[in-house]
């Protein structure tokens, strides 16, 4: 059984709303999406979805003892890059569990071809533009069926790419030859 270290109990309540049984739940049974090991230790990284904080975090877990050592929120996590399309995937284990489209029927992870591009066009403060730039990969029915949870996930990227002056001008994905354009004031408002 997994437990939290002194260090992990603390930076789970200093940094998240949600509880230590909570995000052990989540991993032991498998809700909660493994990133991978550390280079050389045995610390591996979940990526989890906390529904009181609605956001993701990662936890990281040292296998030798089955201790959470440290809670981090993603933005401070640079032991890898944290696609928009694993964030959905974490949610949507955490808020479907069992019913999550990302289980198989016998209960493992899946994940189904069919995955698009996705980037986006700015215009600078001088009406150039800018990009293409890319945003992530993501499976076609999210960008289909779920537009706004893609939309919430690929914010705070895109304000990343935005300099004072600039403003996105547009987003859209690539399926091999054909390209789909998707108005950002049409993803604002999707619910």
Same mark, same amino acid.
């Given at each position: ?109 899946? &994940? ?13 403060? &001088? ?65």
């Amino acid at each position: 059984m997994i437990t939290f270290r002194r260090h992990g109990e603390d930076r789970l309540y200093e940094r998240t709303s949600t509880e230590t049984g909570y995000v052990v739940d989540l991993i032991e049974k498998g809700f909660a999406l493994p990133l991978g090991y550390e280079r050389r230790t045995t610390k591996n990284h979940y990526l989890f979805y906390s529904v009181d904080d609605r956001d993701n975090f990662v936890a990281v877990v040292d296998d030798a003892n089955k201790e959470v050592v440290t809670v981090l929120p993603i933005n401070w996590h640079n032991a890898w890059r944290i696609s928009p399309e694993a964030e959905m995937m974490a949610q949507d284990l955490a808020l479907n569990r069992e019913g999550s489209r990302y289980l198989s029927s016998s209960g493992k992870m899946t &994940n189904s071809e069919g995955k698009a591009l996705v980037s986006c066009l700015i215009t600078k403060q &001088n009406g150039d533009p800018k990009g293409p730039i890319r945003l992530g990969k993501f499976q076609i029915e999210h960008l289909q069926d779920h537009q706004h949870q893609v939309w919430e996930a690929l914010k705070k990227k895109i304000d990343g790419h935005l300099k004072k002056g600039e403003a996105l001008a547009s987003i859209f994905w690539d399926v091999g030859q054909k390209r789909v354009e998707i108005d950002p004031a049409t993803l604002a408002t999707a619910e």
